[in-house]
């Protein structure tokens, strides 16, 4: 499974061939660095730990300076794992970019939703709420949370007003429109998770066959 850590810069609107407009979120994609290559016999199972992002030395702790000293690796901000089959070839210091994908590919996208705060269950959970009319004490509130004489618990599970948001969020098959390899730019269709200059985790789609496309659309 091939993958790359980016950037979400915005959303913006370009045009294929025909003319068609084409809603695409665009992804600063790199350049990552192989920091850490894993294999069947040491780890029990193959992967590759990409490092993404200029960071200070001051902001880390000692072991994970120590690990990038041991590899002379420059420093990286945020690290994500990707597993692979084939590692071979692939080696510590690597770089990848843009190009590990091509237009016309599906993938993956995991990032963190926007937090919203403390929120109610409508809010939260589309709950339809209570007369709005005069007199009525329900409106926007959650309701009875119990249940009978057995089991006589709240149900596991049960919608209730909390912390929105902020969460691992991973929409699937998404399409690749169009990259600019140059400027490690790749234009995802649609809308990604996280607000802008989040961090993104683009990985080959699990549940759709990557087609390659000579036009949007």
């Not at 959650?142 to 991973?170: E, L």
């Not at 996280?194 to 961090?199: L, T």
Request: glycine share 12%.
């Amino acid at each position: 499974m091939k993958g790359i850590i980016g950037r979400k810069l915005g959303m913006t609107t370009i045009y294929d061939d025909n003319g068609a407009a084409i809603v695409v979120t665009v992804v600063e994609a790199g350049p990552c660095t192989v920091t850490e290559i894993k294999n069947l016999e040491r780890d029990g199972y193959s992967a590759l730990q990409l490092g993404y992002g200029f960071v200070n030395e001051k902001h880390l702790k000692k072991p994970q300076i120590g690990k990038f000293k041991k590899t002379n690796i420059e420093p990286k901000k945020y690290l994500r794992e990707f597993r692979i089959e084939d590692i071979s070839n692939y080696t510590l210091g690597q770089e990848l970019k843009a190009d590990v994908f091509e237009k016309g590919d599906y993938i993956d996208v995991s990032a963190l939703s926007k937090g919203k705060g403390f929120s109610g269950v409508m809010k939260r959970h589309n709950y339809h709420g209570g007369p709005m009319s005069h007199g009525s004490n329900f409106r926007r509130r959650a309701g009875s949370i119990g249940s009978n004489t057995y089991p006589a618990r709240v149900w596991k599970g049960k919608g209730m007003p909390g912390h929105m948001g902020d969460s691992k969020v991973t929409i699937q098959s998404l399409r690749v429109i169009e990259i600019r390899s140059e400027d490690n730019l790749i234009m995802i269709s649609g809308a990604i998770p996280g607000a802008v200059n989040g961090i993104v985790k683009l990985t080959v789609a699990m549940k759709k066959k990557n087609k390659k496309i000579t036009q949007a659309g």
